[in-house]
């Protein structure tokens, strides 16, 4: 009995830890509208494959939907990053939220009428691509203007990640449930719904300080400006690169996932529904293993073994044809590339300045996001001539090549990361996230 007195306690103070910062009115608000919207946006990412594959039956033509869909956002996205630093970045989040409401509507009324063409998907994707550019970097330098204390960056950080994984968790389940029962047009005007508890949301908080950055300043200079602060800093630079490489080379599973689902594994969209919920159940136990974590330090050895640990994932995965180990493997791929996605952003975070954050998260979603369109084509253009086990198992090795790199270059970032959290007066134990252990032990500032 006593035992069990003394659990409680520790699980009770475990989850306290964890969802600490939803005790912030605007986070909490964030977190509730965005998860609901998050569900939409998988279910719409699922049904929009399949639909694809089932209409044309060409894996080039998903690597050209998936490059289409997400190459305004290389192109974009730093533009972007300058408005958001410069504009108020709720308003511009209420924005795209309403323009991608529409675009899933649009989508969902040409898909219930049987009228779809391949070409009205890629136009929408493009569109959508270029709604996005805008949304994500606004979004990711949205986040710390929710929350009151600065050591809580990485827990929001980290609670946002849960949230979308837990998202990617249930949507692509729910799809592949929706999709067999009425096809694929009730997925989409789900994700055109779901948009209403995003943007009630945004409108119901009170966020001091609205007004960002300095609106005289000529666009392209703030883009100069901003490139030289992001790729003039090592410890920037060298994030963004590693990020860069993990999504040319590794994030095209997700295009290539229908076809593991249909060809390798001969199953339909509730077997290419469990694969993307097992990924998603991965990175969903990465999110809430870093909430869980009271400080960052050690993020840069954590993301050296989580770059090798999706690494590895897509190398088992590209080998596998049984249903359960290529479960196993997508559990590793969603973990490996959740935590070293969220590792990143919040080192990022942690380093920009709060007048350029906008720019250096716009170059984050440039390498994470803006660089996937150019790997699906590339993986869908290859997988045509190879076959996908076999471009996937090629991303895989340049993912643990890219990590090995990233190691070897740790002990001189962590020398340059220092004095910048020095000079701004944060604790060390929030500041060092990108030193090791051993390094904070010897350090006499420590």
């Not at 040409?110 to 009228?115: D, E």
């Not at 929408?124 to 996005?132: P, Q, R, W």
């Not at 290529?326 to 942690?350: D, E, H, K, P, R």
């Amino acid at each position: 009995m006593s035992e069990n007195n003394g659990t409680a306690p520790r699980n009770a103070m475990g989850l306290r830890v964890i969802l600490r910062t939803l005790r912030y009115r605007n986070y909490q608000l964030f977190f509730g509208g965005q998860g609901i919207s998050l569900i939409g946006t998988w279910m719409q990412r699922i049904a929009m494959s399949w639909l694809v594959y089932r209409l044309t039956n060409s894996v080039f033509l998903l690597g050209i939907v998936g490059f289409f869909g997400l190459v305004p956002t290389f192109f974009f996205a730093p533009i972007a990053g300058v408005f958001a630093d410069r504009w108020n970045r709720r308003r511009i989040l209420v924005a795209t939220q309403c323009l991608s409401m529409l675009q899933a509507s649009i989508l969902a009324v040409l898909v219930l009428a049987s009228t779809v063409r391949v070409w009205h998907i890629i136009v929408l994707s493009v569109f959508l691509g270029f709604v996005n550019a805008f949304d994500v970097p606004a979004r990711q330098s949205f986040v710390p203007d929710m929350i009151e204390k600065r050591e809580d960056l990485g827990n929001a950080i980290a609670l946002n990640s849960a949230m979308f994984h837990g998202a990617r968790l249930l949507g692509p389940s729910i799809a592949g449930i929706v999709i067999a029962v009425v096809g694929e047009g009730m997925c989409f005007l789900l994700n055109a719904i779901s948009y209403v508890a995003v943007i009630a949301a945004l409108l119901a908080m009170r966020v001091a300080h609205e007004e960002a950055g300095n609106k005289d300043t000529n666009v392209l200079q703030g883009l100069k400006e901003g490139f030289g602060y992001a790729f003039g800093f090592a410890p920037i630079r060298t994030l963004l690169l590693l990020g860069g490489l993990v999504s040319l080379v590794g994030m095209p599973y997700t295009v290539l996932a229908p076809v593991f689902a249909k060809d390798v594994l001969h199953g339909g969209p509730h077997t290419l529904g469990f694969l993307m919920a097992a990924s998603g159940a991965g990175s969903l136990a990465g999110a809430l293993y870093l909430a869980s974590r009271k400080s960052l330090l050690g993020l840069g050895k954590l993301i050296v073994l989580t770059s090798s640990v999706f690494g590895i994932g897509l190398i088992g995965f590209s080998l596998s044809h049984v249903l359960l180990l290529s479960l196993l493997f997508m559990l590793l791929t969603g973990f490996g590339m959740m935590v070293q996605m969220a590792s990143s952003n919040t080192i990022l975070q942690t380093i920009a300045d709060d007048d350029k954050r906008g720019r250096v998260m716009s170059f984050y979603t440039m390498a994470f996001m803006g660089m996937a369109p150019f790997g699906s084509l590339f993986a869908g253009s290859l997988a045509s001539k190879i076959g996908a086990p076999n471009t996937l198992l090629i991303g895989g090795v340049c993912c643990l090549l890219g990590s090995l790199l990233f190691r070897s270059k740790l002990p001189v970032l962590q020398k340059m990361a220092r004095p910048i959290y020095v000079k701004r007066g944060i604790l060390p134990e929030v500041a060092l996230g990108i030193q090791s252990t051993s390094e904070l032990t010897r350090s006499p500032e420590a």
